[in-house]
């Protein structure tokens, strides 16, 4: 047994994952589960048996029956990269507790990628063929499952009807430091949620409070949770800790939990399989009246409730409902932000874009960077013109043109897909290298097991990165390798425009890709604003020998606008 092992190992080049998952629940059959215990069983194995250039995959708290889980979606995208060749794990149970999920990884994913499977204490190894008795171990962990999730539900169920809090505090409160199943409040916090229900009886908007937020560097409450060493459940990534979404402050201004008053079963799951957490029905939900100290009195959280409701949504900005037809087609030049389609008011007729990163709107975009909708409209429409002029005046020249541009244009961006692909790969290539050499100065113990840790973790978050890198460029440049030159396809959509001769959004949509909007530079009768159209298939395309062309635009009675389109 041992020869066959050695021969099936020398056939196997790549990486060996030895992966490592634990649950709370499974926490409840001793420590022979631990991740530590897993690890020091899997390094035993991989060195009697000849196992080397082993990875540790880990998820620590997550179900066997959800496969989403950080790790073993890792684990998949490096299969799919092609650098594993082996996985191994303690038993089945800790690849997952789903039978037909268990099923296909290991009779279809593995085997079609060439992936060995090595389940230890089950004595499954896909290199001895099929195991007869794995589907039956598979349909028992799943049972297993069933089983512990009925007891936590029934157990979950009575906690819950006995008053006691099923879900962690809300933003204004923290967990008793001498009692965790009672909530006190976190009097930091308390104050922004009582200057919050002030300022929407004064009669402010949900957005208007969410600005003046971020203008006083409130911490939205997942960064204070944060700053307080408080692990919460919900998105982590933000970049901007001040920036408050007005659904947050929707929210805080709903929870009846400020009162005093404590809910719970406000949502529920449909099984042990879909951990989806849905809005239970308002009868099935249970309150318990003044179970801990109010932050916000009755009175003034039933006055809050009275204007929510009485809100109404603002009128859409046209009557019929629809978008202007340049909508999705405008960009900042400055930050790439897309332009945003507004009305003024009261004065409908005039309607314009401007930047949604503007500072004044909570962005950080300098200036509006703001057009007139129907001047915009009469621009695009003249350069229209221009282009189905030079088509009509010498179509050929108009044809190879748009086709030196597409190729030439082809050919700069493969470079330099190339060149970034090639110095990606060669990173991916350094860190593995280095990756290694941590792991042998470890074992050999030149380095400390929390120097390990951090040091891996770091090259594991750079190696996803790159390797997603990777992939997305070379599907890129398959694209490219699968592109033709498009004139044909812009001089047919040029020539529909001929014959039309007016802007639909059909044609607007087929002619151009994007329209980079520049902020208007000068003063008085020398202000310039500068538009860069990119049309599809081929980019912008520069009109050769083309005179300086000026149009003067009447937007509306008694106003006119001065475009002049100079050849570049």
């Not at 082993?54 to 650098?83: A, H, S």
Request: glycine share 6%; aromatic share 8%.
């Amino acid at each position: 047994m041992q020869t066959k092992t050695k021969q099936n190992n020398q056939n196997q080049v790549g990486i060996t994952a030895l992966y490592c998952r634990l649950s709370r629940d499974d926490g409840m059959e001793g420590d022979s589960n631990s991740v530590a215990n897993q690890k020091k069983l899997l390094a035993k194995y991989c060195k009697e048996n000849g196992f080397d250039n082993i990875k540790y995959y880990v998820d620590d708290g997550y179900t066997g029956t959800n496969f989403n889980r950080p790790d073993f979606q890792k684990l998949l995208d490096d299969i799919d990269m092609g650098y594993i060749s082996t996985i191994i794990v303690k038993d089945m149970s800790r690849l997952g507790r789903d039978y037909l999920q268990v099923g296909y990884y290991t009779d279809n994913y593995f085997p079609d990628r060439n992936i060995r499977f090595i389940a230890i204490n089950d004595c499954v190894d896909s290199a001895d063929g099929e195991n007869e008795l794995a589907p039956f171990r598979n349909v028992m962990n799943e049972m297993y499952a069933r089983d512990i999730s009925r007891k936590v539900r029934s157990s979950h169920r009575l906690r819950g009807n006995a008053g006691e809090p099923l879900s962690q505090p809300p933003y204004g409160y923290m967990k008793a430091p001498d009692n965790p199943k009672k909530w006190i409040i976190d009097e930091d916090a308390a104050k922004v949620v009582r200057q919050i229900y002030a300022w929407c009886i004064e009669g402010k908007g949900n957005e208007t409070i969410s600005r003046m937020l971020q203008e006083s560097e409130t911490l939205v409450p997942m960064a204070y949770w944060q700053s307080k060493g408080l692990n919460r459940g919900g998105k982590k990534t933000q970049p901007n800790p001040y920036k408050w979404c007005k659904t947050s402050v929707a929210k805080i201004l709903s929870l009846r939990e400020y009162t005093g008053d404590l809910v719970n079963f406000k949502t529920y799951s449909k099984s042990f399989k879909n951990k989806t957490r849905l809005r239970n029905d308002e009868e099935n939900t249970v309150v318990f009246k003044d179970k801990h100290e109010p932050i916000i009195d009755r009175d003034t959280w039933e006055k809050v409730q009275k204007l929510i409701a009485t809100t109404k949504r603002r009128a859409p900005k046209k009557e019929n409902g629809e978008k202007n037809m340049f909508c999705g087609l405008l960009y900042c030049a400055d930050c790439g932000s897309p332009l945003w389609f507004n009305v003024n008011h009261p004065n409908k007729a005039i309607q314009y874009f401007n930047c949604s990163n503007y500072r004044s709107n909570r962005g950080t975009c300098p200036t509006t960077h703001y057009i007139r909708a129907d001047s915009l409209e009469q621009i695009v429409l003249c350069e229209l013109r221009r282009l189905a002029e030079y088509l009509t005046h010498d179509e050929e020249s108009f044809a190879d043109l748009l086709e030196q541009k597409t190729n030439k244009d082809l050919q700069r961006e493969r470079k330099a897909t190339e060149s970034t692909l090639q110095a990606a790969i060669v990173r991916n290539n350094e860190v593995s290298r280095l990756y290694e050499r941590i792991y042998e100065d470890n074992v050999n113990g030149k380095v400390t097991d929390e120097r390990f840790m951090q040091l891996s973790h770091k090259y594991d978050t750079e190696q996803s990165d790159l390797k997603k890198q990777i992939l997305a460029l070379r599907e890129h440049l398959s694209e490219l390798d699968g592109m033709k030159t498009s004139k044909d396809n812009f001089i047919k959509a040029v020539r529909r425009f001929m014959e039309m001769q007016t802007l639909t959004p059909a044609m607007l949509h087929e002619l151009i890709d994007k329209i980079e909007v520049h902020h208007i530079t000068g003063t008085g009768k020398s202000r310039v604003q500068q538009i860069v159209i990119h049309y599809r298939f081929v980019g912008c395309v520069e009109i050769p020998d083309a005179p300086q062309v000026k149009h003067t635009l009447d937007t509306r009675q008694g106003v006119s606008v001065t475009y002049q389109a100079i050849a570049v």
